[in-house]
């Protein structure tokens, strides 16, 4: 009995070894496909002394031998015609050169708007599946829509960091949750969190000043540059390319490894803004209208082969003006806004160019996988039909001016010479978008159609393609690029990532057609939707959901229009009219439910439901992350330079603010502010006195200077702010008191939903980037001196 008892403690001895060997072994595999990588095993000699031992040195890991490096360009807003190479008239060498000396894709499928593209790009994933169906700024409660990334879906950046790249993104961000884009973090959303990048220098918000932008190096913010590193007034475009040269520099003289740059401007997004010496390029190329320059890319798209010879003009929407309808002083107006948007474009084209020449002198350049697009989504339809002085004006919801309200407001701000200078916000028509779309209809936003989702791409890599200049036709879509790197560079595809387990990627390499223009598709099936825009391709054939708003509004009454169950579908055969030209609907009634069978599996199967859900800030207010925020904020002057999504909600809302002081004959400063003189308020004390200054997207200036001094020693200012109509952009009363005496108030005839601007800052105790009030321009950032600012409290009801 004692035996058998033995020989079954042996065998059950003997199985737990084996099973733990047999789990070793297991763990073992799975750690060579999970990042981050263990430290490789050390294989020196330790003796007791140093002659009887072996040094052997671990290192950080190494990217495959013989793996490239990959320059990825991608700019923003720009039409898919903007290009030189793609029928427009805008001169882009750099873009052109990259297809020149390898290959142009036709039909490069992106989102319809900004930081879904880009969080698609970077981790090769769909747009729900990775929280951005919105941009950051409107995120809202639903997991397609909360910005939130894991590492179940890892960015390209963080895979080929963890795989010896040395890896850095410049420029436009837009993939950080605004609410968590302060100095105070949390960090793990930005670059440098879980995206993966070792450096960043750029800006996190959807769009900047391109003269006054609020740049950040890695978390820390820094002081705009006054000039570029030539001396020349500091603008973003250029400014940038110098940083740029200056990391591949550093890369360059003291890294053994190869590089990733994610390099992506912040042009030509509005603010429209370029230097002045640049504003005059394009000069009376489109006093003809937008009409005739879009009937002439068409003929220049044919003649380079990009459409069919065959291939006729798409209709022109009756909610888009015609060119005749204005006055000769509208469409000089309208013919100016163009000539600027285009220097705009040759001028960041030119700045990239000096970072690809840098890398061609480095002698890195046919070592580099270099990818532009041209645009993280269509051409932007934001700037109203008449274009804009102040583009935020649409995304909060105020109804588009009328030609003459322009023009009366274009005259305030400095007339046409100042437009594309640093003091507007401005923007171009929607028919300039509309043509700059050619061959295709609509824009931006519009994640039905071809317009909003299609972006000029040219690929360059001598060491594999071979094609010089050719066209690649085949249906692609931003989410094949990430396994494109992972192939080129033999990077292995991770199992696992921080613990988690990576998803299937949905999307292919490119690379079974860069020598091979006729290969079919490997990409066969793609939904879109935007904001409640759907669409879908599948194995040759799309479906379009009628518009149920235009993009240029969003007004109220245009999103009760909405109702995704209950969408009338377009029907096009791509193979056969690749411009989306001719409805068929009518001809193939069971095709358009089959297609839109499979639009609703694959909603379901990637997160986009609630289909609408980027709606949530407008049609459901409890879905404001920033809403919900803290009601409650104490702070002091050592808080500025936020971004103006991260700090208190002080706009169409009530509230109550408390300022403690100590002052003397000599205070003055500012309080507080945010935004600038586009948009913006500011409480500041000047020549001894209380004042307070409110603008409406520069739509109208609200100014307290009543005759109300302040006392010295210590005191309590109150700014009590309450909503006179609860409703988007309602007026409001503003009461002072001083030491809880009421000393003046002031009405505001239209308050500020969403945003005063894309870009400026919320700061305590001085005003940085653009001041609210240009009457303490002449004093920097205005900070409160002379006295004491103990802290501002701020109250949200």
């Known amino acids: 009995m004692k035996n058998k008892f033995l020989l079954f403690t042996g065998l059950i001895l003997l199985f737990a070894i084996v099973s733990c060997t047999q789990v070793q072994k297991s763990s073992t595999q799975d750690a060579g496909n999970a990042i981050p990588y263990p430290k490789k095993e050390w294989k020196g000699v330790q003796g007791k002394t140093l002659a009887e031992s072996t040094p052997d040195f671990i ?60 969080g698609s790009l970077l981790t090769g994933y769909n747009i729900h599946q990775i929280g951005t169906g919105i941009i950051s700024e409107f995120a809202t409660g639903y997991p397609g829509y909360n910005s939130q990334i894991d590492y179940s879906t890892p960015s390209i950046a963080k895979i080929l960091t963890e795989n010896g790249y040395a890896t850095a993104a410049f420029g436009k961000w837009h993939n950080t949750p605004m609410e968590e884009a302060s100095p105070a973090g949390p960090y793990e959303s930005w670059p440098n969190g879980i995206w993966g990048f070792e450096y960043f220098w750029g800006f996190l918000g959807g769009e900047t000043n391109q003269f006054h932008p609020l740049l950040y190096e890695n978390t820390t913010a820094i002081e705009t540059p006054r000039t570029n590193v030539d001396g020349s007034t500091f603008h973003l475009s250029h400014g940038m390319a110098d940083q740029a040269i200056r990391w591949l520099d550093n890369w360059k003289g003291l890294r053994d490894a190869p590089f ?19 504003r005059d390029k394009y000069k009376g190329q489109f006093d003809e209208g937008w009409h005739v320059y879009r009937a002439q890319q068409l003929e220049r798209q044919k003649k380079l082969g990009l459409v069919p010879e065959d291939a006729q003009m798409v209709d022109w929407p009756e909610s888009i003006p015609q060119w005749d309808s204005f006055s000769e002083e509208g469409k000089e107006y309208l013919a100016r806004q163009m000539e600027v948007n285009a220097a705009f474009m040759e001028h960041v084209d030119y700045h990239v160019g000096r970072v690809v020449d840098h890398i061609e002198a480095m002698g890195e350049l046919d070592n580099t996988l270099v990818i532009y697009l041209t645009a993280d989504n ?28 322009q023009l009366e407001k274009l005259e305030e701000f400095g007339g046409l010479e100042e437009w594309g200078g640093p003091h507007m916000a401005n923007h171009y028509s929607v028919a300039w978008s509309y043509a700059s779309s050619t061959p295709f209809q609509w824009t931006k936003q519009m994640a039905s159609h071809f317009g909003g989702t299609m972006s000029a791409t040219a690929i360059r890599y001598p060491k594999t393609i071979k094609a010089k200049g050719e ?14 790197i992972l192939e080129v560079t033999g990077v292995p595809e991770p199992d696992y990532v921080n613990g988690q387990k990576k998803k299937a990627y949905p999307g292919k390499s490119l690379s079974y057609a860069w020598n091979n223009p006729d290969a079919p598709s490997n990409h066969q099936t793609q939904y879109f939707e935007m904001t409640g825009f759907v669409g879908l391709y599948h194995e040759g054939w799309t479906i379009c959901g009628k518009p149920y708003r235009v993009p240029w509004s ?5 999103m009760a229009n909405f109702d995704p169950l209950n969408v009338e579908w377009e029907l096009y055969n791509i193979d056969e009219d690749p411009i989306q030209q001719h409805n068929i609907a009518e001809q193939h009634p069971e095709k358009v439910k089959e297609l839109e ?49 991260a700090g208190p909600e002080i706009k169409s809302t ?23 003189h586009i948009g913006g308020q500011t409480l500041f004390i000047k020549d001894g006195k209380l004042r307070y200054s409110y603008s ?26 309450t909503m006179k109509e609860a409703k988007l952009n309602g007026p409001s009363l503003v009461e002072f008191f001083i030491n809880d005496q009421k000393v003046g108030e002031m009405d505001i005839k239209a308050t500020v939903y969403a945003a005063f601007t894309g870009h400026e800052t919320f700061d305590i105790g001085r005003d940085e980037g653009l001041p609210v009030n240009e009457e303490y321009a002449h004093l920097g950032k205005f900070k409160f001196t002379e006295g004491q600012l103990h802290k501002v409290v701020f109250d949200i009801e």
Not at 75 to 83: E, I, P, R, V
Not at 607 to 612: N, S
């Open 59 to 118: 290192g950080q890991p190494q990217a495959p031998k013989g793996a490239p490096n990959v320059l990825i360009v991608m700019l923003d807003d720009a039409g898919y015609s903007n290009s030189t190479s793609f029928g427009g008239v805008m001169k882009t060498p750099t873009f052109d050169r990259i297809g020149d000396e390898g290959i142009r894709y036709t039909h490069m499928s992106v989102a319809a708007v900004c930081s879904p593209t880009r």
């Open 260 to 278: 990733f740059m994610y390099y992506t401007p912040g042009a030509v997004h509005a603010p429209i803004q370029v230097p002045k010496e640049w």
């Open 378 to 405: 269509g051409c932007t339809a934001e700037g109203t039909p008449t274009g804009t002085f102040s583009e935020l004006l649409f995304q909060n919801a105020f109804p588009p001016l009328t030609m003459e309200q």
């Open 471 to 484: 066209w690649r036709r085949q249906f692609q879509n931003v989410t094949d690029i990430v396994p494109t």
């Open 554 to 558: 969003v007004d109220p009454s245009a």
């Open 597 to 645: 069978k499979l639009f609703w599996e694959e909603a379901k199967k990637y997160d986009v439901y609630p289909v609408g859900g980027s709606l949530g800030r407008l049609l459901q207010p409890e879905s404001n992350p920033q809403k919900a925020a803290k009601k409650h904020w104490e702070l002091t002057p050592n808080v500025y330079r936020v971004p103006e999504l």
């Open 654 to 676: 009530n509230y109550e603010i408390n300022a403690y002081i100590t002052a003397n004959s000599k205070t003055q400063g500012v309080i507080y502010a945010v935004g600038e």
């Open 696 to 721: 409406t997207l520069g739509l109208y200036w609200h100014d307290f200077a009543g005759n109300v001094k302040i006392p010295h020693g210590d005191v309590k200012i109150t700014l009590k702010h």
